[in-house]
C-alpha cells in the first residue's frame, strides 16, 4: 500500500512508496486533468565523473551523463520515440549537473507508455558503431554551446572559480572528453547509477496510485536490487581559483557573470533553509525593488538584463549575479559596496517580509505547472527534503539570516568575474 500524505500549506496529496528492489515512487493525483505527466529520473549527473563499482574506484570522462542519456533511447530492432508516438506519448529527456532525467507526458495509454518508459531506461544497449556516430552528434551541440554567449560565460565562470568541484567542466564535456567514451564506459556508469534504488519515479496527472506502482513492480520486476550510492563530497576550498577572466566573443556589449563562492549546502531541512537564505540574500542585493538595483539603472550601468540567484548542485554554492553593462567593474564594485551596507544595517522588517512572502507566493504558484512540480520533487527528493514542506521552511527564517549570510559570502576573496567584451572590428 501507498502512504498518503496530505500537505495542508499547499493543499496537495502525495502518495509514496518505496518497491522491493529500492525504487522509490511518489504520486501526485490530479483528479480532472486530460494530461499525465511522468519522471524516472537517477541520482546521476555530469559531475558524478568518480564512482566504486564491483570493488572498483572508476573515472569516468567529462560528458558521460548527457552521452548516457543518449544513447538510452537506443534498443536492438527497435524505435523508442516511434513507440511512443503510436500510444499517443510525448518522450523527452535531460542531463543536469547532478541528476538525468526521462519522461513523457499523455493523455491516453498512460500505463503502455509508462511501461516502455521503464523498460528502455532500464535496458542498456551500446554498440561501437552507435556510440562512434554520437560523437559526432553531440561534438555539433558542443559547438553550439559554443556559440551561446551565456553557455560561454558560465562555463567560463565555474572553471575560474572552482579548483575542485567538478562544476568546472561543461554538463556535455569537451571533444576530448567525449573522444574517450566507449561502450564499455557507458555500461559501468549504467550499472553504476541506473538501479532502482538510485532512482525515482514521479507522476502527476489523474491516476490511481496504486495501479501506478503495480505497473512500476511489473515492468521492472527483473530489475537487481541495489544499495543508494553514497553522495560525493568534494574538499573545495572557499576562496576562489582565479578572481578575474575575460575573453572576446560577438557580443554587442560587454557581458558578465559576479560569483560569490558559498559553502555546500547539507541534505535535508539544514540544507533547503540555508538555499531559502541564499534566495533571500539574492534578492536584497539584486531584486528589482532593492537599493541596488535601482540605483544601477539610474546610472545606466545596468539594463533589463540584471538579476541574480542563488545557484546550488550537490557539493556546491554560489550566489550569481550577471547582466550586461557597459562598465561591468563599475557594478561589481557597486555589488561589494551594497553588501557591506547590507552587512552592516541589515534590511527593514518590511522588506524582510514583503520578500519572504513574495519567494514563497512564487513558489507556490509554480505547483500550478505539471512539468515545474515534477521536477522539483524529483530535485528536493535526491536532497532528502519533502518539497510540499517548503512552507514551513520559509516560516522559520529570521531576518538576521539574511544579514550574516551577506557578511560571510559577499566578500572579495571569495568573488570571481567573468566577462565577454565585443570583438574589436580589425
Not at 494530461?35 to 555530469?46: P, S
Amino acid at each position: 500500500m501507498m502512504k498518503k500524505c496530505y500537505y495542508p500549506q499547499v493543499g496537495e496529496t502525495l502518495y509514496k512508496t518505496t518497491l522491493q528492489n529500492g525504487l522509490d515512487i511518489v504520486v501526485l493525483p490530479r483528479p480532472g486533468f486530460t494530461k499525465k505527466l511522468c519522471y524516472f529520473v537517477t541520482d546521476y549527473g555530469a559531475i558524478h565523473q568518480s564512482f566504486r563499482l564491483d570493488g572498483q574506484d572508476c573515472v569516468s570522462p567529462a560528458g558521460v551523463a548527457h552521452y548516457l542519456e543518449h544513447k538510452m533511447f537506443d534498443m536492438p530492432g527497435r524505435d523508442i520515440p516511434g513507440e511512443f508516438a503510436a500510444l499517443g506519448g510525448n518522450p523527452n529527456a535531460f542531463t543536469s549537473y547532478d541528476m538525468t532525467a526521462y519522461y513523457f507526458s499523455c493523455t491516453d495509454n498512460f500505463g503502455e507508455n509508462l511501461a516502455l518508459l521503464l523498460v528502455f531506461v532500464s535496458t542498456p544497449y551500446f554498440t561501437e558503431e552507435s556510440v562512434a556516430k554520437e560523437q559526432g552528434i553531440i561534438g555539433q551541440e558542443i559547438g553550439m554551446n559554443e556559440d551561446n554567449p551565456d553557455s560561454v560565460l558560465f562555463d567560463m565562470l565555474a572553471e575560474a572559480m572552482y579548483e575542485v568541484h567538478p562544476i568546472r567542466y561543461p554538463i556535455l564535456g569537451t571533444r576530448q572528453s567525449i573522444a574517450q567514451i566507449t561502450p564499455q564506459v557507458l555500461e559501468a556508469c549504467h550499472k553504476a547509477f541506473y538501479q532502482p534504488g538510485n532512482m525515482l519515479l514521479c507522476v502527476v496527472g489523474d491516476v490511481d496510485p496504486e495501479e501506478v506502482s503495480a505497473l512500476a513492480e511489473k515492468a521492472l520486476e527483473n530489475a537487481p536490487v541495489s544499495v543508494v550510492k553514497t553522495a560525493k563530497q568534494w574538499d573545495e576550498p572557499m576562496h576562489v581559483k582565479t578572481p578575474f577572466v575575460s575573453r572576446e566573443m560577438e557580443v554587442a556589449m560587454p557581458m558578465f557573470n559576479l560569483g560569490f563562492k558559498a559553502a555546500a549546502l547539507p541534505v535535508g531541512d539544514d540544507g533547503v533553509r540555508q538555499e531559502i537564505v541564499g534566495d533571500l540574500a539574492a534578492e536584497a542585493l539584486f531584486g528589482e525593488s532593492s537599493r541596488l538595483y535601482l540605483k544601477l539603472y539610474d546610472e545606466g550601468l545596468i539594463d533589463a538584463s540584471f538579476g541574480g540567484g542563488f545557484e546550488t548542485i550537490e557539493g556546491m554554492a554560489m550566489l550569481l549575479s550577471s547582466g550586461d553593462s557597459k562598465d561591468p567593474q563599475a557594478v561589481q564594485q557597486a555589488i561589494l559596496e551594497e553588501a557591506e551596507y547590507l552587512a552592516e544595517n541589515g534590511i527593514s522588517d518590511e522588506d524582510f517580509l514583503r520578500m519572504k512572502r513574495s519567494a514563497l507566493g512564487r513558489r507556490i504558484r509554480s505547483l500550478d505547472s505539471f512539468e515545474s512540480t515534477c521536477f522539483r520533487l524529483c530535485a528536493y527528493h535526491f536532497s532528502k527534503f519533502d518539497y510540499f514542506r517548503i512552507p514551513e521552511i520559509y516560516g522559520q527564517i529570521e531576518k538576521n539570516e539574511i544579514q550574516e549570510f551577506i557578511r560571510t559570502v559577499v566578500t572579495p576573496s571569495r568573488m570571481c568575474m567573468a566577462v565577454l567584451t565585443p570583438k574589436e572590428e580589425a
